[in-house]
C-alpha cells in the first residue's frame, strides 16, 4: 500500500489492511501502528504521503484500540521526530499533512471521545507544537464528521459490546507498558470485566434509554421548529433543522430492526411500546417537514403522545420562536400557566355558587 512504485493510494486496499486489524485485534493495531508512522518518516516524499493517507484510513475505520495507539508517547514522538526545534516559513508537504492530522484527533477524540481520557497526550502534542510556533491548518468538516463519534441509535448489546473492546485493548496495552501504576489500573479494570467488580458496570439498558430519550428530543426539536417556519422560509437552509433531520431519518431504521427483534425475542412490552411510540413519532415529524417543504405550513401531527393542537382562538398571540438555551423552561411554563387558569376560574364559580 506504501511502494514508492505508486503514485497514488489505493483505497480498497488500504480498506483491507483496516478490516485485517479490526480482525486480528490483539497486538495488531499497535504493530500496524509502528509500522506506519516509520513509513511517514521514510526519505521517499511519495512513500511519506501515501503512509499517512493510510494512517487516515485506519483511524477512521479502526476505532478505539488503533485511537489507543496512535494517542501513546511513543507513536506521538516518532512522527513528529523529522520536525525542526523551530518551524520553517515554509513546512513540507508531510509536516503540513501531520500538523493537520494532530489537531483533527484533537478536535474530534480528545474533545468528543467517550473514552477522551485515555488520549491526553495527543492533546499535550498540539500544545507543545503550538508552543513552539508551529500554525495548524484549518479544518474540513467533513474530515471531522468522518472522525468523530458517531450519534447513530446503538443497542443496549451493542454499547456493551463496544465498552468490552475498548476495555480489551485498553487492558493489553497497560500490561504491555508494565508500570506499577499501570498494572494497578489493569488489575481494576479485569475485575470490571470479569463481573467481579459490578460497582463501576454501567447499566446498559438505562444508556439505551437515555439514547432513545435523545432521539426522541431531537424529534420534538425538530417538530416544534418546524411550527416556527415563515411562508417562504427555506428550510433546507436551516442547519439545525436538517442536522436534526438527518439525526432522525439514520435512527428510525434501527429502531425498526429494534422492534423486530424485540419481538422475535418476546422480551418486555414496555420496550417495544416506547420503540414504537418513537417511531410514529418519527413518522409525523417526517411528514410535517415534507408539508413545510410544499409550502403547507398549518398541518397538524400528534407528537410526544399528545393530540394534535387545535385553532380555537383566533385571536390567540402568535408562537414565539423556540429558544435553544431554555427548551426545557419553556414547556413548563406553559403547561404551568395553561393549568393555572382552569383552577382560577373553578375557585370563582365555586364562590359564585357559595354566594347563592
Known amino acids: 500500500a506504501c511502494s514508492p512504485a505508486r503514485y497514488e493510494p489505493e483505497l480498497s486496499l488500504n480498506l483491507e489492511i483496516c478490516e485485517m486489524i479490526n480482525k486480528k485485534q490483539g497486538s495488531a493495531p499497535r504493530e500496524a501502528a509502528s509500522a506506519i508512522v516509520k513509513l511517514v518518516n521514510s526519505k521517499n516524499l511519495n512513500q511519506a504521503m501515501l503512509a499517512l493517507t493510510l494512517l487516515d484510513n485506519c483511524v477512521k475505520n479502526c476505532g478505539y484500540p488503533f485511537h489507543l495507539q496512535i494517542a501513546s508517547k511513543e507513536f506521538l514522538n516518532e512522527l513528529v521526530r523529522k520536525f525542526p526545534e523551530?518551524?520553517?516559513?515554509?513546512?513540507?508537504?508531510?509536516?503540513?499533512?501531520?500538523?493537520?492530522?494532530?489537531?483533527?484527533?484533537k478536535v474530534?477524540?480528545?474533545?468528543?471521545?467517550?473514552?477522551?481520557?485515555?488520549?491526553?497526550?495527543?492533546?499535550?502534542?498540539?500544545?507543545?507544537?503550538?508552543?513552539?510556533?508551529?500554525?495548524?491548518?484549518?479544518?474540513?468538516?467533513?474530515?471531522?464528521?468522518?472522525?468523530?463519534?458517531s450519534d447513530?441509535?446503538?443497542?443496549?448489546?451493542?454499547?456493551?459490546?463496544e465498552?468490552?473492546?475498548?476495555?480489551?485493548?485498553?487492558?493489553?496495552?497497560?500490561?504491555?507498558?508494565?508500570?506499577?501504576?499501570?498494572?494497578?489500573?489493569?488489575?481494576?479494570?479485569?475485575?470490571?470485566?470479569?463481573?467481579?467488580?459490578?460497582?463501576?458496570?454501567?447499566?446498559?439498558?438505562?444508556?439505551?434509554?437515555?439514547?432513545?430519550?435523545?432521539?426522541?428530543?431531537?424529534?420534538?426539536?425538530?417538530?416544534?421548529?418546524?411550527?416556527?417556519?415563515?411562508?417562504g422560509e427555506k428550510v433546507d437552509r436551516n442547519e439545525t433543522i436538517m442536522d436534526l433531520k438527518g439525526a432522525c431519518a439514520s435512527a428510525q431504521p434501527k429502531i425498526q430492526k429494534m422492534i423486530t427483534e424485540e419481538e422475535d425475542n418476546d422480551k418486555i412490552e414496555e420496550?417495544?411500546?416506547?420503540?414504537?411510540?418513537?417511531?410514529?413519532?418519527?413518522?409525523?415529524?417526517?411528514?410535517?417537514?415534507?408539508?413545510?417543504?410544499?409550502?403547507?405550513?398549518?398541518?397538524?401531527?400528534?407528537?410526544?403522545?399528545?393530540?394534535?393542537?387545535?385553532?380555537?382562538?383566533?385571536?390567540?398571540e402568535p408562537k414565539q420562536a423556540i429558544s435553544l438555551i431554555d427548551l426545557d423552561d419553556a414547556p413548563a411554563m406553559s403547561s404551568s400557566t395553561g393549568s393555572a387558569s382552569p383552577s382560577i376560574n373553578n375557585k370563582s364559580a365555586l364562590n359564585e355558587l357559595s354566594d347563592l
Open 86 to 105: 523551530r518551524p520553517a516559513p515554509f513546512p513540507s508537504p508531510v509536516v503540513q499533512r501531520i500538523l493537520y492530522f494532530i489537531k483533527e484527533w
Open 108 to 149: 474530534a477524540l480528545t474533545d468528543m471521545s467517550r473514552h477522551k481520557d485515555d488520549l491526553v497526550h495527543i492533546k499535550d502534542m498540539y500544545r507543545l507544537l503550538r508552543f513552539k510556533g508551529y500554525r495548524f491548518p484549518e479544518l474540513r468538516d467533513s474530515s471531522v464528521a468522518a472522525l468523530a463519534p
Open 152 to 161: 447513530s441509535l446503538k443497542s443496549a448489546h451493542e454499547l456493551e459490546e
Open 163 to 231: 465498552d468490552r473492546v475498548a476495555q480489551s485493548a485498553k487492558l493489553q496495552e497497560l500490561i504491555r507498558r508494565g508500570r506499577p501504576q499501570d498494572l494497578v489500573e489493569a488489575n481494576r479494570l479485569m475485575k470490571i470485566m470479569s463481573g467481579f467488580d459490578t460497582r463501576q458496570t454501567p447499566d446498559y439498558s438505562q444508556k439505551f434509554e437515555d439514547e432513545l430519550s435523545k432521539i426522541q428530543d431531537k424529534a420534538i426539536l425538530l417538530y416544534e421548529m418546524l411550527e416556527t417556519v415563515k411562508p
Open 271 to 316: 420496550t417495544i411500546e416506547n420503540l414504537l411510540t418513537l417511531n410514529d413519532m418519527i413518522n409525523n415529524v417526517m411528514a410535517k417537514f415534507a408539508d413545510v417543504k410544499k409550502g403547507l405550513y398549518d398541518t397538524q401531527y400528534e407528537i410526544s403522545g399528545k393530540p394534535p393542537t387545535q385553532d380555537t382562538n383566533t385571536t390567540q
